[in-house]
């Protein structure tokens, strides 16, 4: 795993931009995978400037989100389809018939799971996957103790990420229990992962990922397998790690050709 940790919000968000431009730019139909929640809202705002400045176009993106809840529709604003036309893609050039997002109101969701996956593949799979991370350790939907070798599919919130999410809904009682995601195994075949995690509060879930042992138990701790892991973290997000001074000495130490 390449380890970058910046001591500002906005460091952290110009780095994951520089990540995913880099991979917009060097692939002639760049496949990205994206996310929602807080965390990258940054990094997005970084891209549209990038757009807005000339630098960037997502004319050749194609792109498939993570997950989504099930059951609500796509003009609820705390669904995830909302979330992304709202921060993002309408607000860049790219050809929405590109965008693809997980359908959680389908009439067969089990059906709609697998074209997802279908789809993924006819696209020739995943350049690029932005990710966050839950507390629980969770990636996508994953909650702890789901099977690594998980496809897209119908899973159950954990009550501590209902209690999370919570705050983008009036009450913890209209959390959606039910969500569409991405499975485990279904992550792990992008080519590079690109994970992103701000505040104190996601620090415990960060040690389990980088320096834990490998466990269901923290869903994110997989990526120690995945051959191409980029994690950018704030001090906050980096402070129980036991060789934080390690990551920057690495980083600092790089050959050119080695940087992100
Ligand atoms: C949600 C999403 C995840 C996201 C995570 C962190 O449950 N399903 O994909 O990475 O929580 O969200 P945030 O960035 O708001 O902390």
Known sequence: MEILIRDSLEAGAQVAASVVSKIIKSEDKPVLGLATGGTPLR???????????????????????????????????????FYMMSNLFDLVDIDKNNVHLPDGNAKDLREACRKYEQ??????GIDLQVLGIGA???????????????????????EQTMQDNSMYFDKLEEVPRHVVTMGIA????????????NGAKKAD???????????A???????????RVT????????????????????EKNKLEWQRY
């Not at 279904?186 to 992962?193: L, P």
């Not at 879930?205 to 466990?215: D, F, H, L, N, V």
């Open 43 to 81: 990094m997005y705002h970084e891209l549209i400037r990038m757009k807005q400045s000339g630098e960037l176009s997502f004319q050749n993106c194609t792109t498939f989100n993570l997950d989504e809840y099930a059951g609500l529709s796509r003009e609820d604003e705390r669904s995830y389809y």
């Open 119 to 124: 789809q993924i593949k006819a696209a020739g």
């Open 136 to 158: 629980n350790g969770h990636i996508g939907f994953n909650e702890p103790t789901g099977s690594f070798a998980s496809r897209t599919w119908v899973k159950i919130l954990s």
């Open 186 to 197: 279904t992550i792990m075949e992008s080519r590079h992962c690109l994970l992103l995690a």
């Open 205 to 215: 879930a960060i040690r389990k990922m980088i320096e834990g042992p490998i466990s």
């Open 217 to 227: 138990s923290c869903p994110a701790s997989i990526l120690q397998m995945h051959p």
């Open 231 to 250: 994690v950018v973290l704030d001090e906050e997000a980096a402070y129980l790690l036991t060789f934080k001074d390690h990551y920057k000495w690495v």
